[in-house]
């Protein structure tokens, strides 16, 4: 059953958790720490390019998401350790295993990096609540506390980011609640 990659595989630990569990739980910790640190850097792309009239607002807010995924990588990555595993953090691994899109580097206007930005929080938003309700049911009930931790400042952030676009949408459209972009169009 067990792939032995470096992903999953475990050193002797005193932790009382099954060391089947541990290791889907490993992998799956692995899988959201390549992303995090995609995410991450995605951001601070974002942060370094940004241009136009909302530069300074955006320009500190890329910024400070890319300080929050930060913490969260220290996070899943010490979660993968204290379970025995060897986290698997580099950012050639990352870009290798990570869920999310590659970063477009040709945008520069504030309003596209907000929904480049927005258009990989979502997806890493829904990794992460499914990964909640895994590690729950695989009864690691420490680990479904930390992804409900990520989970909580991920959609408050998501909240951020299409708040910027949904005041685009709702000035386009005259001030009328119905009108939509693309993006919240294709999310219903």
């Given amino acids: 059953m067990s792939k032995n990659t470096l992903s999953t595989r475990l050193y002797p630990t ?31 792309q974002a942060h370094w390019n940004v241009k136009g ?29 204290a379970l025995g595993g060897y986290a698997v953090g580099t950012a050639r691994k990352a870009a290798e295993n990570s869920i999310l899109p590659e970063y477009p580097f040709d945008i520069l206007d504030g309003q596209e990096h907000v929904a480049a930005l927005a258009d990989r929080f979502a997806p890493y938003a829904k990794h992460i609540r499914e990964a909640i309700a895994k590690t729950d049911e695989l009864g690691d009930a420490d680990t479904a506390d930390l992804y409900t931790e ?30 939509k972009t693309p993006q919240t169009a294709a999310v219903k």
């Fill in 150 to 179: 990520v989970s909580r400042t991920i959609d408050k952030r998501l909240w951020f980011l299409e708040a910027h676009l949904q005041a685009s949408a709702i000035k386009n459209g005259n001030g009328a609640a119905s009108a």
């Fill in 14 to 44: 005193r932790i009382d958790i099954p060391a089947e569990v541990r290791e889907q739980v490993v992998s799956l910790l692995n899988q959201t720490l390549a992303a995090t640190l995609d995410l991450k850097t995605q951001a601070k």
């Fill in 53 to 81: 009239t909302d530069f300074y607002q955006l320009h500190e807010l890329f910024d400070e998401l890319a300080g929050e995924l930060e913490e969260f990588v220290d996070m899943v990555a010490e979660r993968v350790t």
